[in-house]
């Protein structure tokens, strides 16, 4: 009956368009009522308290990060390298657009605005060389998604918060998994490129390569120090948010100077609001979370997999359909934010990693992001590309599966995972 009330509370909010902060505060509500402890002071205890976490600081350093270097020019600079390097390749935009998705997904760790920033430079591009409209927004929204995998991932920072896992090794395993998400999207393209004659680019001379190549390599730094410095143990992922935010706001005010004094108060206001609407939704989901545990609800859960704990491979193949069935309704942070402690408890009863588990959790959760019907992703590439939203489902269909194939295989092969993120460790 408690996980009823909770559910039923939850997704009658949401289904009257309720924010899902707000839904999540009212299902809090609803479960004190149904454990009749309604008290006013615990719930703006566990509110404040939810959003009061040094790791949490690491959303807001990261947002501003993004934010300046969107706004400095070093995003720009991202996609320059690439267009020099495959830009003549047949489809070449296709494998810029995977190029550069990646290198940005190393310095925002924010899907939606990865996918925004690549769409607004290369789709205009793609169209002009003749390039289907639906296949190349599908290709960016699924490059799109490889943000919140790669460090630094705002979503891996929530998850290692919320289920009490080191941020830090969820970043290092994350590496490889999203390097494999890069190439499973390499690969489609490639194929689908032959298959539908996609023309040919002049290639670069060496001189433009090399002067993208001194032009960009400041902003190429910059996951290079973020990773480095968590391998050698230098600083904590919130300390690497602040070094990052710090650096982009050197490069885009003294080195590229595209960034000027009087553009800084946008900027931060920006990077405020952003942060704001995620942390408020963090909160209020820790409310309901602790709620949760009050109610016993993750144990209750843990009782009806029990069955499968002896089976950890086939437990994480349950697991990973229910997530994938709760994405095409949910974003990503709420999935992460009610989810995580409803599952971790039997994770670890079934003695799986909770590191590896947090990985196949995120990218799971990020698929959501360019399946419908809520595919936020999508909803953006489809905005600002202009291009149909039935089109854009249609022509990302090849890169979702390349994606569900690289689920897969680290579900059937954990070394993929723990091997790297081992040679990782400080």
């Not at 994405?327 to 009863?349: H, N, Q, S």
Request: charged share 10%; net charge neutral; with cysteine.
């Amino acid at each position: 009956m408690t996980m009823l009330v909770f559910l039923g509370s939850l997704l009658g909010a949401m289904s009257l368009r309720i924010p899902v902060a707000f839904a999540l505060l009212l299902a809090g509500v609803a479960l004190m009522l149904q454990l009749d402890s309604f008290d006013s002071q615990i719930l703006a205890q566990n509110l404040i308290s939810g959003a009061d976490s040094f790791p949490l600081l690491a959303i807001p350093f990261f947002m501003l990060a993004g934010e300046l270097m969107n706004a400095g020019g070093l995003s720009r600079r991202i996609v320059a390298l690439p267009m020099a390097l495959v830009g003549h390749k047949r489809g070449g935009l296709g494998f810029v657009a995977i190029i550069a998705s990646i290198v940005m997904a190393s310095l925002s760790g924010s899907a939606v605005a990865d996918t925004a920033a690549v769409a607004a430079m290369l789709l205009p591009m793609m169209r002009k060389a003749g390039y289907d409209p639906g296949r190349s927004t599908g290709l960016i929204a699924a490059g799109g998604i490889i943000a919140p995998v790669i460090p630094p991932s705002i979503p891996l920072v929530v998850f290692g918060v919320a289920g009490g896992v080191s941020i830090t090794k969820l970043f290092l395993a994350g590496i490889v998994p999203g390097l494999m998400m890069g190439l499973a999207l390499w690969c489609t393209w490639w194929w689908l490129a032959r298959k539908q004659d996609y023309p040919v680019g002049e290639r670069a001379p060496f001189s433009e390569v090399r002067r993208t190549f001194v032009d960009g390599i400041w902003a190429l730094m910059l996951p290079v120090l973020i990773v480095g410095g968590l391998k050698l143990g230098i600083f904590t992922p919130t300390e690497a948010a602040a070094v990052a935010a710090v650096y982009a706001l050197f490069v885009s005010l003294v080195v590229y100077r595209e960034l000027k004094p009087r553009d800084l108060f946008k900027v931060f206001l920006e990077a405020g609001k952003t942060s704001a609407v995620i942390m408020f939704l963090v909160a209020a989901a820790l409310v309901s979370s602790w709620l949760m545990t009050i109610a016993e609800l993750p144990m209750r859960v843990s009782d009806l997999l029990e069955p499968l704990v002896e089976h950890p491979t086939l437990l994480l193949l349950t697991i990973m359909l229910v997530v994938l069935a709760v994405g095409t309704a949910m974003d990503l942070m709420p999935i992460v934010l009610i989810l995580t402690p409803v599952f971790m408890p039997v994770i670890k009863l079934a003695g799986i990693d909770p590191v590896y588990f947090g990985i196949l959790f995120i990218l799971n959760t990020t698929i959501g992001l360019i399946t419908p019907p809520v595919g936020n992703v999508l909803n953006v590439v489809s905005g600002v590309g202009r291009v149909g939203l039935d089109r854009v489902m249609v022509g990302v269909l090849p890169f979702v599966c390349a994606h569900l194939t690289v689920l897969g295989l680290l579900i059937a092969f954990p070394a993929l995972v723990m091997t790297p993120l081992r040679w990782f460790l400080p």
